[in-house]
């Protein structure tokens, strides 16, 4: 996600943001900007790359007088990483200068419509057009036009203007991402983020959704969409800075698991239409003959984002009617694959630079296939080499450990076995109205953390743990056992639950930890019954089933319960309890959570 500085005060202005930016660096960006205010004009100082880059070309000299200003580090979501993509945007008369987290679900739309109007955009992203909607839509009062300005808007947006129309000004509107503004005396500020704030007040306002901000060097007020001034709650931060970083979580791994209910909404985002349709950004060229000519589909990953990819080619199978495959890269890219024009082939990779994946990418090509990437990397070499896109909009990942990354996989997997079925005219968009409620309902599987942190002190005593699950319980249950392995160093195996019998039984003896999955209504009595198998050798079983599932607790010595959604979508939440297990499991050990040993957060090399 990107990062957002604003201030209003008595300092030099230019510092105050480039420290503001640096302490937000962690969040990940791909490019950066200031804004500066001074004598009746803003001038906007942007490059893609690193801050460092930034720092070269800001007029230090020319500002140094300059006491308010914004500055943000963007993580691209639409638009590749380039100078003129970086924030902050300006309209076309440079009165109004605007920078914005998060996604403008109608933007392509409103772009049209401003440039019908004579607008002249500069850049390929969705908030260029909230700075020309500021343009088109003043009449005298700053105020009044951003109100006017984010009636027009639909989707995410932490959004902070300065105009030469209303000098010595900040205004912000926050609506599903995050803003803070920081008290000072003499001087206010804003950020995404409360680091950026430290330096020089402890003392915060945490907007709400729906609420503006106006600042001033000495003074902050808040109103609500009408206009009406609310009195704020003031919030102490009592962090340091490392634990602001993470929000207050002790570690990213849990800060991003609680970030999915968010990420899968902001991977949703302006991808269901109004008539109940798949659509992907412009620029999505499969089209429908494409779509109809296929007659295989190879899902090709690592890791994690494998495992996504064995849950996508149950969707394609299922909902499409055509045959799908998921196969390790490392794999597919020396076996000579059996690739055709027919095949399509879906690269799954969180970084966009696994080079295993990157090689299966080319070797797919290279074989006349059409490919299709997943990725969360937005101008990374995955996604500039494939034919199509489908950006996870999950934000930085920092963790080696992947969480909100294989979620986001999982429903972008989703969308497109939706998209493919609906253009080869096969009836799916029945899942749409389940897929809506995704985000609720992981909510909802996050607020049984401290059960799931006792079974965990559980399962971290023992040296060994068997995953066991059906179809797609089976490839949630190969994510939860790497989850597990990788970051608690708990040796983990998972087996399709009938397969048990034919070897792995041997090892399963007086309380051996056997997480079972059962989720899947087609195969539960089956499930039940290897479940049975193990319990009567004295297995330690957790059951893992829907909410109103009695039958399990006749079995299982541990039961999480997780809401009922259609069996398709159900690795998506049913993978969360798993997620904190391996979490609380790795605490309790004592290892390091963030940076597992051995382990990289991109392997780049083969
Ligand atoms: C998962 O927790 C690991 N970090 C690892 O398996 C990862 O999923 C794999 O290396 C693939 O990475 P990618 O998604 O960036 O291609």
Redesign the pocket.
Known sequence: MCGIVGYVGKRQVVPVLLDGLRRLEYRGYDSAGVAIAQNGTVKVSKKAGRLSELEEVVPYEEFSQATIGIGHTRWATHGKPTDDNAHPHQDCTGDFTVIHNGIIENYAELRRELKEKGHVFRSETDTEVIAHLFEELYEDNLEETMKKVIARLEGSYALVVVSVRDKNKLLAARQDSPLVIGLGKGENLLASDIPALLPYTRETIIMEDGQLAILTEDSVTIKDIKGNTIEPKIFHVHWDDVAAEKAGYEHFMLKEIHEQPKALKDTLAGRITEDNKVKFAEGFALTPEMVRDIEKVYLI?????YHAGLVGKHLIEKLVGIPAEADVASEFRYRDPLVTDKTLVVV???????AD?LAALRESKARGARVVAVTNVVGSSVAREADDVIYTWAGPEIA???TK?YTTQLLALSLFAIYLAQERGKEATYLLEEIKKLPEKASRVLETEARIKELAEVIAKHDDAFYIGRGLDFAVSLEGQ??LK?ISYIHAEAYPAGELKHGTLALITEGTPVISLATQPSLYEKTVSNIQEVKARGAYVVGIVKEGDEKINEHADVVINIPEVNPLLSPIIAVLPLQLLSYYAAVARGEDVDKPRN?A???TVE
């Open positions: 990953a690592c890791g994690t984002a799954v990779s969180q970084s966009g630079e696994t994946t080696v450990a992947s990354a790497l989850k990788e382990l957060k991109s392997v």
